[in-house]
């Protein structure tokens, strides 16, 4: 949301407010559901362009997203007002019947983040640690 917002604290304060959202994502449900009337966008770029334009109120998207954009952007005018505690979960497909494939690329994220590498990587791309 616009960093000059105070009206939106928490999902429920959507009630009534311009959401821009992807149609197609899970976002858009959830924006939907707290009440928010949806303003369809092609994607990121474009929701955050609403929201700072003052055309939407907010946008809900993914924390990742929001924090390389605030990495690329520091000053842009936009700030986080609420976010979801029990997120979705992301996961990568493997093709069927590889699982040395699928126990080396846990092995691999194990490593990184008992040695330091992964939280490393998340304060070089997001400025935080994502690991959590």
């Known amino acids: 949301m616009h960093s000059d917002n105070q009206s939106i604290k928490s999902f429920a304060d959507l009630k009534g407010k311009k ?9 858009a449900h959830l924006a939907k559901s707290s009440g928010a009337e949806v303003v369809a966008t092609e994607g990121f770029n474009q929701s ?9 109120d907010a946008t809900i998207n993914d924390s990742l997203s929001f924090l390389d954009f605030k990495k690329q952007k520091p000053d842009a005018k936009l700030k986080v007002a609420a976010s979801e505690a029990k997120g979705e979960q992301s996961a990568a497909l493997l093709a069927k019947g590889q699982p040395e494939l699928l126990a080396a690329i846990n092995q691999a994220l194990r490593n990184a983040k008992q040695d330091g590498e992964y939280q490393k990587i998340s304060q070089k791309y997001f400025g935080t640690d994502v690991s959590q």
């Open 19 to 27: 959401s821009s959202q992807s149609l197609t994502s899970n976002f």
């Open 48 to 56: 955050l362009e609403l929201v700072l334009t003052g055309r939407v």
